[in-house]
């Protein structure tokens, strides 16, 4: 079955880095694109990064844009955030997801995911 498993939370100060991946199983990694995402205590989920199947477009959320940078590493079925310059307000669990599409096997067959999967999430807390 297809799992995403979050690690390299954890704390840091202000201006400080933390860097998160994200392993995936289950699924053909390079069949679709990857996310992250963060839920601020009291707030909504909001999408922070997003990276294509093949890696060649990334997207990121203005409030993150030049600090954080979103990798893959198609050998070990990782996708990395690199959080720099960290701000209290990045504090926030963070979840990776797939993109909608995913192809995983299902019997003898292969087939496309009709949803998003999600990891089980990774605390950042970020200090003054």
């Known amino acids: 079955q297809v799992q995403l498993v979050e690690s390299g939370g954890g704390s840091a100060q202000a201006g400080g880095s933390l860097k998160l991946s994200c392993k995936a199983s289950?699924?053909?990694?390079?069949?679709?694109?990857m996310e992250w995402y963060r839920q601020p205590p009291g707030k909504e989920r909001e999408l922070v990064s997003s990276?294509?199947?093949?890696?060649?477009?990334?997207t990121y959320a203005d409030s993150v844009q030049g600090r954080f940078t979103i990798s893959q590493d198609h050998a070990r079925n990782t996708v990395n955030l690199q959080m720099n310059s960290l701000k209290t307000e990045d504090t926030a669990v963070y979840y990776c997801?797939?993109?909608?599409?995913?192809?995983?096997?299902?019997?003898?067959?292969?087939?496309?995911?009709?949803?998003?999967?999600w990891g089980q999430g990774t605390q950042v807390t970020v200090s003054s």
């Open positions: 997801a797939t993109q909608v599409g995913c192809l995983y096997r299902n019997g003898g067959d292969y087939q496309r995911a009709t949803r998003k999967y």
């Open positions: 289950g699924y053909i990694f390079s069949s679709c694109g």
């Open positions: 990276i294509s199947a093949n890696g060649e477009t990334t």
